[in-house]
Every structure is written in C-alpha cells, then in structure tokens.
C-alpha cells in the first residue's frame, strides 16, 4: 500500500512542477493506475483514493485548469494575475482548447474514475460487499456533476469502464435523471447495510473524506442530491421538489446539519493542496500573495462592506498596506496589472489543507432557499426560512473559527471597487443587499440573499458558485472591461460565460455525437454563450 501511494504522490508533486500555459494533453500522463487489485484491502484504498481524486484533482496542473481558471473565476472567488503570456483566458472569454477541455479530456479525470470504479466493482463482486461500490458511485456523482455543468450535454450513461467518452451524449435531463437516481440507490443500500450491521465502516485507508464513516456518507449522499435537486428548479420543478423532500426524508439516514459532516478530501497531509501549489505559479519572489492567481474584487467588495470577520481565513493580505484586502478585477486587459499584481490580495490556502466538497452550511441556504423562494410542500421541513437561513451564516462562521458578532444584524452593502493602481475601477453599484433578514420583501431579494451568503460560505467552491450564478442570477458580479471582453461579442459581459464549449478532439474522435448533441439540446451554438438546460430562470 505504501508503494501505491507514493507512487501516486511521486507523480503528483512531479507535474506540480510544470506550468500550466503549455498544451495540457501533451505535458500529462496518468499516474493513477489502480495498484494491487486482491481484495484485501490494499487495492481497494488505492482505487477508491483515485476515484475521489476525480472530484477536485490532486493533479495540480488540472485542478488549475478546473478550479483555478475556469470554476474561480467563473463563480467572482479568484481572478487571473499573470500580466504577460496569457492572451486567451476564459475569464476574457477567447480561450483556447486546451483551457476548457479539462473536464471531458483530462487524463486524470474520466478515464481515471471509471477505470477505477471497475476495479471497486471487481473487489466487491469478489467480496460479497457492495458498500464501497456504492460509495464510489456517490463520488462519480460528485465528480460528474461537475462535468455536466460545465459543458451542458455530455456522455454519461454509456461512458465504457474504460472512460472512454466516444459515445453518443444524453441530454443534461437525462444525466442528471441518472444521478438522481444512482444516489437514491446508494443511500438505499448503505442504509440497508447499517440495518443488518450497524458497526459497518469502510477501511479507513481507503476514505480520506469520513475515515470510514457510512453514516456520514449517507449524509453526503442526500445533501448532494439536494444541491442538484435545486439546480434544475427552474427547468423541471416538480422533480425537484420531489427530489429535495426525499432527501430530507429522515427515514433516507439525515442531511449534513453539523460542520462534523462536512465533506473534505483530506488527502493532502503528506502531499500539496492543488490550489495551494497552482495559485502560486509563478508568484514574484517574496511575495505571499500568490503568482497565476489572487482573490477576486467581487468577493472582496461583498466582504469589505459587510465587515465580514471570515476575511483572515479567505485571503492573504495586500502588499498595498491600504485598503488590506482588496481584489483582482477578473476579465480585464491583464497587461495593465503590469509588475503589481503581486500586490492584491491572495488565497489563502495551506499546503496541508484538504479540498471541500460541500459544507454543512450550503444545505442549511438549500433549505431557506427552498421554503422562502420555491415555496416547496415539504413535511419534513420544521424550521422557518429567517432560522435556516441564520444558522447556515453561523455554521459558516463556525467552520471557519471567525468571530460573527453583529453580523447578523449588518445592514451595510457591498463597497463599491475603487482598483489601488486606477485601470480597473468600476463605478457601478455592486449591489444593495445587505445581511439582516427581511420577511417582507420580494422573492428575488430573498433568493440574493440567500444566494450571496451561501456564496461567500462555499469560498473555493468555484464550479458551484458558478453554477449558482447561472441558475439564479446572483450574487451580482462586476463585470469585465471592454478591452477584457475579447469573445468578438458572443458573451455579455453582464451575463458572463453560460458553459464551455466542447473539446476540439470531440468533432474529430466522437464527430456524429457531438454534432448530434449541439443540433439536439444546444440549439447549434457549441459556445460559451450558450445555456445549458437548467439555466433557464426567466428574466435573467
């Protein structure tokens, strides 16, 4: 097992080394091969490690790709900082195939996670155990979820074991249908196996997220399973309030409520925190704050107007001395950041600190969500919106040990952005919304609100911001300048990106599907101005 895993770590430090601006396919290979396959234990930690490694990936150059340049961004968390070399970027919307192909061709993603569920199924088909199978599958859910969201339709449901994608595409309903469906079944068996053996914990060795914990994963399972439910909302609302209430059904084995079920791939005591390593590309020597990329002004300017106390853990302070925390403006003309983009603000992240998954606190938003805005008939829920919405802030806080104080009551607003260096200002108004709740307002403030503070919450949660945006319209984001807006005018500058367009590769290796999938569910328009299924509330 020691030799599986270092083997492992060796390959990850070693790409950790390699700048992500060349052509990602070429610089990479994949080290993550499932190791010894007898089932007693040591084929099964290094399959499942693999296969949570397709969430957010160890990898560093494609959480970079993933997390970095396109969810951080994307979702107002991180902004791009690299002066000169990057003249196609996502965040300007004009870049390159090798930026958003990731997802679909990334070695280390899909071909990694289902080569290694075909391990797990193998193991447990010897073993007579199907836990770690449906844990797994749990984790695919995870994995794909982000796919999904980030291109629209994708092959899911006849992806081989191999993970190969060259196969036809299912419309977002049907995958989303799928992992619906495969979390229910997950819950039902792990629950069904807690009945017959209530003591039952998968090998500590092979779970990094709850050292074994069945119980904990169950209650991932169902808070996944709500996130999604209330992502397609606006595309199919009955299914997800059917969704949502099944979730939270206390029969199903519970929800996260506590910081303690927080899921955490906490993998990265022995090796680097891939956010920690590419946020630091090639930062200036001395600095602290970071080198490819720094915080964003958006979340900044929410958390400078509410005095949000969170700020210390979030960011590294700015080299300017005043203001002390102030971001990046993303989607601008990188060369005017010139030799001082080292001084804004940075992430602040450990090398040691595990990845997040998802908190405690985004299902207690999901709920006040939920009840205030989609009005869902739910017998299961007992709280009202002001207290889930409260506890969720205060589980926040919690999670991150900062003090809250008033925040609660804050009635301040976002500041606006003044740029310390003057190029990228921006003179508008970010927003109005304050912190302390209001039951007598409009639905749409409730669900800014809600949706500012589950935002700042799942901090370094990029990919699902992003999706939160999309969905609902909030937070509201600065959006880029002119001259950062280099789409030719296909993306609005207001709207932002909407998805990412299919890899290159895709209309040579998998032509006839593709083609289909953009005719079919895209309308004909494989770009990123296109929306995906679910994003379809009306007005925004």
């Known amino acids: 097992m020691k030799r599986i895993m270092n083997k492992i770590l060796v390959g990850t430090l070693a790409v950790a080394c390699v700048s992500c601006t060349g052509n990602y396919l070429e610089i990479n290979s994949n080290p993550c091969q499932p190791g010894d396959l007898t089932p007693d234990g040591y084929g099964l930690s290094s399959a499942m490690s693999n296969i949570a490694g397709c969430v957010i990936s160890p990898d560093v150059n494609t959480a970079q790709f993933t997390d970095c ?49 075909t391990v797990v199924e193998k193991l447990c088909e010897e073993s007579g155990d199907n836990i770690p199978l449906m844990i797994a599958n749990i984790i695919k859910v995870a994995a794909m979820s982000r796919v999904t969201d980030t291109y629209g339709p994708i ?37 069904a196996k807690l009945v017959d053996n209530p003591e039952y914990q998968l090998p500590s060795s092979a779970d990094y997220v709850f050292k074994g914990d069945v119980k904990k994963w169950i209650r991932f399972a169902n808070s996944l399973k709500m996130r999604l439910a209330m992502r397609i909302v606006y595309a199919d609302k009955a299914k997800a309030e059917a969704m949502f209430v099944e979730a939270m059904n206390p029969e199903n084995g519970g929800y996260m409520e506590e910081n303690d079920h927080n899921a955490q791939w906490n993998y990265f005591m022995s090796g680097s925190n891939p956010i920690y390593v590419a946020s630091r590309y090639n930062s200036a020597e001395g600095s602290m704050t970071g080198g490819d990329s720094h915080a964003a002004a958006d979340i900044i300017c929410y958390m400078n107007g509410y005095q949000d106390n969170r700020r210390e853990k979030y960011f590294v302070k700015s080299e300017f001395g005043w203001p002390e925390y102030v971001g990046i403006r993303r989607g601008i003309e990188l060369s005017t950041l010139g030799k001082n983009a080292r001084k804004y603000s940075g992430i602040n992240v450990a090398e040691t600190d595990p990845v997040i998954w998802m908190n405690a606190s985004e299902v207690y938003f999901l709920r006040a969500e939920a009840l205030a ?168």
């Open 69 to 117: 340049l396109l969810g951080g961004p994307m979702g107002g968390y991180y902004a791009d900082s690299k002066a000169s070399g990057w003249d196609n970027t996502i965040s300007n919307y004009n870049p390159t195939d090798n930026w958003t192909n990731v997802f679909m061709k990334s070695d280390r993603i899909i071909p990694v996670l289902y080569t290694n569920l």
């Open 155 to 191: 092959p899911y449901s006849q992806i081989g074991k191999d993970g190969k994608v060259e196969t036809p595409y299912d419309s977002q309903e049907k995958v989303y249908d799928k992992f619906f469906e495969e979390l229910t079944q997950a819950v039902n068996m792990l629950n």
């Open 373 to 540: 805005v989609q009005g869902f008939t739910n017998p299961y829920e007992k709280s009202t919106a002001k207290s889930l919405y409260e506890t969720g802030i205060t589980k926040s806080f919690e999670q991150w040990n900062a003090e809250i104080g008033s925040y609660l009551e804050c009635d301040m607003q976002p500041e606006k952005y003044n740029d310390p260096e003057g190029a990228n200002s921006y003179s508008g108004t970010l927003s109005n919304i304050t912190v302390r709740w209001n039951d007598g307002v409009s639905l749409d403030e409730k669900q800014e609100r809600i949706i500012v503070q589950k935002w700042i919450a799942n901090w370094t949660l990029g990919n699902e911001a992003w999706a939160d945006y999309r969905r609902t319209g909030y937070p509201k984001l600065i959006p880029a300048t002119s001259a950062g807006n280099k789409s030719g005018g296909r993306v609005d500058s207001e709207r932002g990106a909407r998805r990412m367009p299919y890899p290159s590769d895709e209309y040579v290796s998998n032509k006839n599907n593709v083609q289909e999938a953009v005719s079919k569910y895209l309308s004909g328009t494989d770009d990123m101005s296109t929306c995906v299924w679910w994003d379809c509330k009306p007005g925004i």
